[in-house]
């Protein structure tokens, strides 16, 4: 019988894997949850913020925060827009043929809900169609990140927008609440922007339509539904049918171009003609536009802007993505 004061030796390589668990264990204690992440005291004032004004109960958002996850992809990924790029390869991404036959198809497949929405709510079915192309491939690319995550690193780890990030994670959490979602399921784009049209959750609950009226709005895999939502967005935003949308413009000689603050249009045909712009005739003197000038691949050109292309900035408020989409849309149909 051993003596049961002395220590019974542990083997070697029992030891080490003792020592390896206990390092584990003391580093899954240690790691900190994703509140702890978020910081206790910026969660709290992120609730007192907004729970009460989005109207969801600050114990859902706890908990769903609890399940959030820091990513750094998504911090990559936000430092390095497609809209970065020069106009003539940003055009390239969009102006593919496969993008414009797959457009073409999509289409005359969902030929009954566009012509729908376009008579519903007066924007152009080639319009709607290539706004779902840019966004995804015409639902080919929705997004695989967790939208919960996407909006939780932006708003609590991207200084730069985190009052829009934040605000945009309390949209999210308050319509989760509101479908009855669980919040760690949607899936989006790294800014969180979700289903075929890309919508933003603040977008989802404004514009977000039933288009087919089974009463639920699904923006992921119903197909009207985001057909119609795309066209409420533009409809909502001042969309002018059959209304031009630029017209290209010869700029005086020695013209320089400004960065406009946005893409409304406050400059008047009338003014443009007497700085020396050359605007097509059947534009009159009093038609309001701006100014865009973008960086082709045989050297500047120049646009004036109108109402439904300040629209289509209103969806993405980069002037290259609203040239994408009017191309696009005329490769598709657009008269």
Known sequence: MKNPAMPIPIPMRLRHLMLVGLAAF?????????????????????????????????????????????SQGILDAIRRPAEAKPWHQYRQIFMQ??????????????????????????????????????????????????????????????????????????EFIALCAQQGLDPTHPLGSYAGAMGLGQFMPSSYRAYAVDGDSDGTIDIWTNRTDAIHSVANYLARHGWEPEAPVVVAVEPPAGWQAQKPKDFKPAVSIGSLRKQGFVVPKQHGDDTMVSVIALDGEAGQEVWLGFRNFYVITRYNRSPLYAMAVLQLAEALGLP
């Open 26 to 70: 003391a580093s899954v204690l240690t790691t900190p949850t994703p509140a702890q992440v978020v910081g206790r005291a910026e969660l709290e004032s992120f609730l007192r913020e907004h729970a009460h004004r989005k109207g969801f109960d600050a114990d859902l958002a706890r908990r769903a925060l609890g399940e959030a996850r820091v």
């Open 97 to 170: 043929p496969e993008r414009i036959e797959a457009g073409r198809a999509f289409m005359q497949a969902e030929a009954r809900a566009l012509a729908q929405a376009e008579t519903r709510h007066g924007v152009a079915a080639p319009v709607i169609a290539a706004i779902i192309g840019v966004e995804t491939f015409y639902g080919r690319s929705t997004g695989k990140h967790r939208v919960l995550d996407a909006l939780a690193t932006l708003g609590f780890h991207h200084p730069p927008r985190a009052s829009f990030f934040q605000a945009e994670l309390a």
